[in-house]
């Protein structure tokens, strides 16, 4: 009798360390960060610009983990956007101007399966595009008007990029069993790792010229959102890809050493800091750190990391609910810097914390997204 409830101790203790109890407070708080996004601005007042795109994504990957309600809510919003903005002529012609194209996966078949969407446009883009001479896209692509007024990056690859179209290319790559979006997608984590990623401590530097060959920063300076843009995706591609695929092992490489350069990495009240080494710049970032925290819970949901990578996303997650502010209509996210381009430290340090961010809300909602499906229902 003794024994068994010894085990039964040691079980109970097992689950309460493991983090994966989810409050009744920290799902209200999710709920209401959802209303306040959706009630904050209408839909049809978002740009079609990839800090809304973020935030669109991560509603189209929590909405299933929700109420009917807010489900329904976040389908009427996502396909008002995306009707607005059909009726608009767009030129997709750099990575920016791509990851919109996310949130359409989530209004289903018959509206991707239409050639008459900015959505067929995004896609041809990614098919058609002009691959550098490492094998990716340029961040600024190689014909766009932004290409030609910031000619001090043209000839260059940003950590962005993974996100803003290497993430659709691998959805889109998948669901309509296209190989050249799947490979385009599944060859990038390498090539960047080959030119950003720093050996010591599995960070990334924001960007590469390949034209002239040095990295922007020059230093070792690592920017942590750029860092999470890249985390989520790698965690995406694991997730998604086949398991049998040549590229596996390596992505599982790269993503590894990047979260546990993570965790070693010094902390300010649990969350991570906008620049590294610390010291550089101690403001804490709530979107790279909620970035951060969805690889860690994702990479331990699917076996790829341990029980510790899951509790220190759960403590991460704890952290930033703090940095929620109520409003009228739910709570925002605070603490989240705003959009930064690569650069010496001065480029990152200059940048203040947004009021109301989109893309900080899209990094709160997919972290949130494997908090509800890690915690128990």
């Known amino acids: 009798m003794m024994k068994l409830l010894f085990a039964m101790t040691l079980i109970l203790s097992f689950l309460n360390a493991s983090g994966r109890e989810?409050?009744?407070?920290?799902?209200?708080?999710?709920?209401?960060v959802v209303d306040h996004f959706i009630l904050n601005k209408d839909a049809k007042r978002l740009d079609w610009?990839?800090?809304?795109?973020?935030?669109?994504?991560?509603?189209?990957?929590?909405?299933?983990?929700?109420?009917?309600?807010?489900?329904?809510?976040?389908?009427?919003?996502?396909?008002?956007?995306?009707?607005?903005?059909?009726?608009?002529?767009?030129?997709?012609?750099?990575?920016?101007?791509?990851?919109?194209?996310?949130?359409?996966?989530h209004l289903g078949p018959e509206y991707y399966e239409n050639s008459e969407t900015n959505f067929s446009d995004v896609i041809k883009y990614l098919k058609n595009a002009s691959l550098n001479d490492i094998g990716a896209i340029d961040h600024l692509g190689d014909n766009s008007f932004i290409s030609r007024i910031f000619a001090p990056y043209k000839n260059s690859v940003w950590l962005d990029s993974l996100m803003m179209w290497g993430n659709l290319s691998l959805r889109t790559g998948l669901l309509f069993n296209d190989q050249q979006l799947i490979d385009l997608a599944l060859n990038q984590p390498e090539i960047f790792s080959n030119y950003m990623q720093d050996d010591q401590t599995g960070m990334f530097i924001h960007s590469y010229n390949y034209g002239k060959d040095?990295?922007?920063?020059?230093?070792?300076?690592?920017?942590?959102?750029?860092?999470?843009?890249?985390?989520?995706?790698?965690?995406?591609?694991?997730?998604?890809?086949?398991?049998?695929?040549?590229?596996?092992?390596?992505?599982?490489?790269?993503?590894?050493?990047?979260v546990n350069g993570f965790l070693k990495a010094e902390r300010k009240r649990s969350l991570w800091v906008n620049l590294y080494p610390y010291g550089k710049d101690r403001r804490v970032d709530t979107s790279g750190s909620a970035l951060i925290a969805y690889g860690l819970l994702k990479g331990a949901r699917i076996g790829v990391l341990s029980r510790?990578?899951?509790?220190?996303?759960?403590?991460?997650?704890?952290?930033?609910?703090?940095?929620?502010?109520?409003?009228?209509?739910?709570?925002r996210l605070t603490r989240v810097i705003g959009p930064t381009s690569p650069g010496p430290k001065l480029f990152y340090l200059i940048i203040p914390y947004q009021r109301n961010s989109y893309y900080g809300h899209g990094a709160y909602f997919l972290m949130a997204s494997?908090?509800?499906?890690?915690?128990?229902?």
């Open 49 to 105: 610009n990839w800090e809304e795109a973020i935030g669109l994504h991560g509603l189209s990957q929590l909405s299933p983990l929700l109420s009917p309600s807010q489900q329904k809510n976040i389908f009427t919003y996502i396909e008002k956007y995306h009707n607005h903005w059909d009726k608009k002529n767009l030129d997709i012609s750099w990575a920016d101007e791509c990851p919109s194209a996310l949130s359409a996966l």
């Open 308 to 331: 510790m990578h899951e509790k220190a996303g759960l403590e991460v997650f704890k952290s930033i609910n703090k940095h929620l502010k109520k409003t009228k209509h739910g709570k």
């Open 214 to 258: 040095y990295t922007y920063p020059r230093q070792r300076l690592f920017w942590t959102r750029g860092n999470g843009w890249v985390v989520a995706t790698l965690a995406d591609f694991l997730e998604l890809m086949p398991k049998n695929d040549h590229r596996y092992a390596k992505i599982k490489e790269i993503f590894v050493k990047l």
């Open 370 to 377: 494997e908090i509800l499906r890690n915690g128990k229902k």
């Open 22 to 32: 989810i409050s009744t407070s920290d799902r209200q708080s999710i709920s209401e």
